[in-house]
């Protein structure tokens, strides 16, 4: 069944518009008519079952028919990953997306040296594998910040597990504990975290460093492992 994210409310017998290039891709790729079906959500109103009610020359309208799942709350855990490479970070958005992340932000670091980010890119990304992979929700990409301006304004009561490449406790301890409380992970640069954004983040009240094994990991594997850690310990996996 196809899926589309749309920003509109939904309800019964609403007029959903799709964009342009949903429109598209609805007629033209997956050659849908007038009366045949699928599935919209908006983060909000959960799971509806729509019809094609028009095909114009541009663009199109569905028509809300009933909602087949309601609105559920995922797991409370959010990436922060600091910029890399283009690809390294789209896989990145892509696989949090579908490990369920419930937010995903951008970090900057001393060692940062990431290509120029396409926000539009990466929420295209996201919002794509939540359609496929039947999230009712896309996560929110929070534009890149200063890992020092970040740890300043940090709400506390969200337990943050830092991988730090240079060892830790083993990640699955610290996620047992948490009891799937609100909590975040952290992925450092390629480079890794220089020693004194590491002092910092291991002085910390609210931070635990965890190891990730024994090998060092890419920012994207290591983001993919963290995840499904955090998923197989305390979240919905």
């Not at 997306?97 to 990304?125: F, K, P, S, Y």
């Not at 794509?128 to 970040?150: C, F, H, M, N, Y």
Request: proline residues 5%; aromatic residues 4%; glycine residues 10%.
């Amino acid at each position: 069944m196809i899926r589309l994210h749309v920003p509109q409310p939904l309800s019964a017998g609403a007029a959903v518009l799709p964009t342009l290039d949903q429109s598209r891709y609805l007629t033209q790729v997956m050659r849908l008519k007038a009366g045949d079906g699928l599935r919209v959500f908006n983060g909000v109103d959960g799971e509806w079952r729509c019809a094609v009610a028009e095909v114009l020359k541009k663009g199109g309208v569905l028509k809300a028919e009933e909602q087949v799942r309601a609105q559920a709350t995922g797991p409370d855990v959010h990436l922060l990953i600091a910029v890399v490479k283009k690809s390294a970070l789209e896989f990145a958005v892509e696989k949090a997306t579908e490990l369920g992340a419930a937010r995903i932000g951008l970090v900057t670091t001393r060692r940062t040296q990431g290509d120029r980010v396409r926000m539009d890119r990466l929420e295209a990304i996201a919002t794509e594998s939540a359609e496929q992979t039947g999230r009712l929700d896309v996560p929110a990409i929070d534009l890149a910040e200063k890992l020092e301006a970040l740890l300043d304004g940090w709400d506390g009561s969200r337990r943050l597990m830092f991988c730090d490449e240079t060892g830790g406790e083993p990640a699955m301890t610290p996620l047992a504990e948490a009891g799937g409380g609100p909590g975040a992970i952290l992925i450092g640069p390629e480079g890794g975290f220089a020693p004194e954004e590491r002092e910092r983040l291991r002085a910390l009240p609210f931070t635990t460093a965890v190891s990730l094994g024994p090998r060092v990991l890419r920012a994207d594997t290591a983001a993919t492992a963290a995840l499904t850690l955090w998923q197989a310990a305390s979240g919905d996996m």
